[in-house]
């Protein structure tokens, strides 16, 4: 396990650890606006080690609580994504001809409009936006890219002896797909899916600060930012507290990929 | 050549259309229609807003509605802006020219960073530098590029003043300047967006091209050329640099999408008035045409861009018959 | 008369996960003017290892081991500065590669990778530079040199990019060619003209040659001398046509015996038993003891130098010491 590995493991380990514990690590409740009178956009101190918001929530607690939620929202986005992604990349890959053909002329659409723009456009449609719907229109925007990556396992894969023989010898479609072309596109799914974890907390980062994510006064990473953007001079503290959240992470998350990326499928590191 | 170009066109329309046909749909499952806004106001008939349906087929079944779509399309005509209240070509053509301008600077930063980083990376692998260098590159990467934005202004802008904080040009003397000084206000505005565009983008380029760097340096006319007894920086610049700038093109043309996604974050962090500004605008107040119509322009901007880049390879790699 | 290239203890090292792999491991040898030396053996004897050496173009995790030398026109190469190192690379010592395919830039002309050698040398005006690579291109046989000097590698067959390496080997009048396993790449009727175009082109322009190779047909058509390697140790040289009269090393013995003959009656070909072993873990004392129909005790326990086998031969083997062990 290389030096890059351990650290990356190390430190997502520690996020997620922070993710799950939140609420018992957090020194005040998140969303709790504890002092209006004099409370509001307190620079860092004993009391408030991240320093307080314009509506005189601990900062600390926000922070916390929005690993919660960042982490969350990304992890499940993702799995749907790789999900839906390996299940595109399988048929297009196995199938071939005008099926493939057209699965990748959506993809190549879908990857065609800026993320962000695809997800302002569908979330749109929502008056109010919710957490689930976060999730699952993260998780159905994020797709594109696995299934050409999947599909571009399964066709190299293909090709090779192995398969035929396993063809000739009689193994049914499904049978062969499950033991013999999965694995083998296992390795880059999974570095994928890693890095994909750091890049959705960065787009829904994006959104929440565009206010269009996370619905207040839940804590994000990317509201918080949102938050402190009117106070930027005054309260820097409070922009600060989230991005360097979100930096620490996303960094963790790609150091983890990384290190899978040497360990896991080292010809393409 | 030209049959690939032409293959390339196809493909580029193709997408387009799938493009079109989702923009479509979205609008379609928008509430209400192009002309909700009418109905609200009083002194419209109702009687008169039917008619208008029926004469803009907004009564017909969805394939009809769907071709006529199309034809609008072609014709330039994107729609109305329900609150802008003019048609969405021409508030999206005003604000194209903003955004092309700051992604073409962000490009411009991007590579000559990203590059020249990459390069120097692989030049000086598993040094200290590689390593500092890998730090403040995966740093970067993982920074969310509109609080990359906030910390330039606050540190830039407000506190040591050097550069604006917000809009394209200055309001109040813009108008009075010469045209060198005009230029020279744009510019200054231009600095911190395109920078923090720059930056982020520099950051994934520099990962490629030091990766694409270090897989050409093991090649063997590397090897060949060490041994001629050609100067070191010879063998880096026209012998190793030269392949290992086709991949990371390609790869910047894939990477036009994020650049586009992060313009939407810069403009709304310095006020620039371009189109992802205009589209998160658009958002917030559910003006559905502006937002799928500024989608479907940023999309056929990428494939555009995309053509651009894959063309600049194949004439730049002899092995495919540039001819 | 003092060789033109003196090798003394070459040693090359590279880390690996297995081990520190030994690859040349004091191997010595001298190449005087004129002279072309074959190093003959299979691969994963060293013989690449060594010849890029000779150049300094081994790679981390390889090294040069301290202690080697490498005397070249009177000059220690393992200490030269970067510059006059660069000098001799290309000038001094040239060498053409094994694969043509790889081993030419596929982004630049032909023309362009000859005239950047002789522009990295000597200063001459780019018209000189072109008109000697025209010259060089038809020196190697190439048709339609002045076009082809505008082609790209792709364009060109594996024969043809093989003649441009030498021409490009060429261009600056070395006085030595290393050419490592130049046509093992090649179609067969291709090799023979190869070779045909080194020995001649080593002649017209006096140099001395290295020629490594694992074919001993190969080498016994061009060389003067040849040095046989195995397990990164240099086990036998002698004049070509002492080798192949009278071979000393049982190994040498084993390759020619190996190599079928059309020149007599069908024997059956004889391989030596085994194989080479790797360089992480070369056996103890004679390190082809494990593979030889020989070995007794003393070859188990002793690993033999290169011992005197007669006017210009070496051999390093107990049986050059003691003669009588060596039954039919």
């Keep these: 396990m290389s030096r890059r590995l351990r650290l990356g493991t190390a430190l997502v380990g520690a996020l997620v650890v922070v993710a799950i514990f939140a609420p018992a690590l957090a020194p005040y409740d998140p969303i709790a606006q504890l002092d209006l009178m004099d409370g509001r956009n307190l620079p860092p101190s004993g009391a408030h080690p991240l320093g307080t918001d314009l509506y005189s929530r601990d900062l600390l607690s926000r922070v916390l609580h929005g690993a919660r939620v960042s982490l969350t929202i990304a992890t499940i986005a993702v799995v749907l994504s790789i999900t839906l992604g390996t299940v595109v990349g399988l048929t297009a890959g196995l199938t071939g001809g005008w099926v493939d053909a057209a699965l990748m002329r959506a993809v190549d659409a879908g990857l065609a409009i800026p993320r962000i723009f695809l997800l302002l456009a569908v979330l749109a449609l929502w008056e109010g936006i919710s957490v689930l719907a976060l999730v699952l229109v993260l998780g159905l925007t994020g797709w594109f890219g696995t299934s050409r990556l999947v599909r571009a396992e399964v066709q190299s894969v293909r090709g090779r002896d192995f398969i035929a023989a396993a063809c000739a010898a009689g193994v049914g479609p499904l049978r062969l797909v499950l033991r013999h072309v999965l694995p083998n596109t296992a390795a880059p799914i999974i570095v994928s899916a890693t890095l994909g974890v750091g890049y959705v907390i960065l787009v829904e980062a994006g959104l929440s600060y565009l206010g269009m994510g996370v619905p207040p006064p839940l804590p994000s990473w990317g509201n918080i930012i949102r938050d402190g953007h009117p106070f930027l001079v005054l309260a820097p503290w409070i922009s600060a507290a989230g991005g360097g959240a979100v930096v620490l992470t996303v960094m963790a998350f790609t150091v983890l990929g990384d290190g899978l990326q040497e360990w896991l499928d080292p010809r393409r590191a | 050549m030209t049959r690939w170009l032409a293959a390339r066109l196809l493909q580029g329309l193709v997408i387009v259309l799938l493009v079109v046909t989702l923009t479509f749909v979205l609008l379609q499952a928008a509430p209400g229609d192009p002309l909700t806004a009418l109905v609200d106001q009083p002194q419209v008939h109702p009687e008169v807003v039917e008619q208008l349906r029926r004469n803009f087929g907004l009564d017909q079944p969805i394939h009809v509605q769907y071709v006529r779509y199309l034809a609008r399309l072609a014709q330039g005509d994107l729609g109305v802006s329900f609150l802008q209240n003019r048609p969405v070509a021409d508030a999206i053509g005003a604000v194209i020219p903003n955004t092309l301008l700051l992604a073409g600077a962000a490009l411009l930063i991007d590579f000559a960073l990203g590059i020249g980083i990459g390069v120097l990376q692989a030049v000086r692998r598993r040094t200290w530098i590689d390593r500092a260098l890998s730090f403040v590159t995966v740093g970067l990467y993982a920074t969310p590029v509109f609080w990359l934005g906030l910390m330039l202004i606050y540190l830039f802008g407000e506190q040591l003043g050097w550069f604006p904080v917000g809009g394209a040009v200055d309001p109040a003397s813009h108008a009075a300047l010469a045209p060198i000084g005009r230029l020279g206000d744009r510019l200054h505005h231009l600095a911190l967006p395109a920078l923090t565009l720059g930056l982020v983008g520099a950051s994934a380029t520099a990962r490629y091209q030091r990766a694409a760097m270090l897989e050409v340096i093991g090649q063997e006319f590397v090897r060949t050329a060490r041994a001629k007894g050609l100067r070191t920086r010879l063998v880096l610049l026209r012998h190793a640099l030269r392949n290992a700038l086709l991949p990371v093109i390609t790869l910047a043309g894939l990477a036009f999408p994020m650049l586009l996604s992060g313009a939407v974050l810069v403009e709304t962090v310095f006020a620039w008035p371009g189109l992802g500004r205009l589209a998160a605008d658009a958002v917030l107040r559910r003006d559905y045409p502006l937002v799928t119509g500024a989608a479907l322009l940023a999309a056929t901007m990428v494939v555009v861009g995309n053509m651009l880049a894959d063309l600049a390879v194949r004439a730049a790699d002899p092995r495919t018959g540039a001819a | ?328």
Excluded at chain 3, 41 to 62: D, F, H, Q, W, Y
Excluded at chain 3, 136 to 143: E, H, N, Q, S, T
Excluded at chain 3, 192 to 213: G, N, P
Excluded at chain 3, 245 to 255: C, D, M, N, S, W
């Design chain 3, 1 to 328: 008369m003092s060789a033109l290239l003196q090798v003394r203890h070459l040693t090359t090292t590279f880390d690996t996960a297995a081990g520190v792999a030994r690859a040349v491991d004091d191997v010595s040898f001298d190449l005087h003017e004129r002279e072309t030396l074959a190093l003959v053996g299979e691969s994963g004897c060293g013989k690449s290892v060594t010849a890029l050496s000779l150049l300094r173009l081994v790679e981390p995790p390889g090294q040069i081991v301290h202690g080697s030398s490498i005397r070249f026109g009177g000059r220690e190469l393992l200490t030269l500065p970067p510059e006059d190192l660069r000098q001799v690379r290309g000038a001094g010592i040239a060498i053409v590669f094994q694969e043509p395919g790889t081993s030419l830039n596929p982004v630049l002309t032909v023309g362009l990778q000859i005239t950047e050698t002789i522009h990295a040398h000597e200063r001459v005006p780019k018209r000189e530079a072109r008109e000697r690579a025209v010259e060089l291109l038809r020196l190697v046989g190439i048709a339609d040199a002045p076009q082809r000097m505008r082609s790209y590698p792709h364009e060109l067959s594996g024969g043809m990019r093989q003649r441009v390496m030498i021409a490009i080997a060429l261009s600056c009048r070395p006085k030595v060619l290393i050419a490592d396993e130049p046509t093992t790449a090649l179609d067969v009727t291709v090799q023979a003209q190869i070779l045909e175009l080194l020995a001649e082109l080593r002649d017209r322009f006096a140099m001395a040659m290295l020629l490594i190779t694992h074919n001993l047909g190969i080498a016994a058509g061009i060389a003067d001398r040849i040095a046989v390697m195995y397990a990164g140790r240099i086990v036998e040289t002698a004049p070509t046509g002492a080798l192949f009269r009278e071979p000393l090393h049982p190994y040498t013995a084993g390759l020619l015996r190996a190599a079928p003959r059309l020149d007599g009656p069908a024997r059956p070909v004889a391989a030596s038993p085994g194989s080479v072993p790797p360089a992480t873990a070369w056996p103890p004392a004679c390190r082809f003891h494990p593979r030889c129909p020989y070995a007794w005790d003393r070859c188990r326990t002793d690993e033999p130098s290169l011992l005197d086998g007669g006017p210009a031969r070496e051999a390093r083997c107990w049986l050059v010491a003691e003669p009588l062990r060596r039954k039919a």
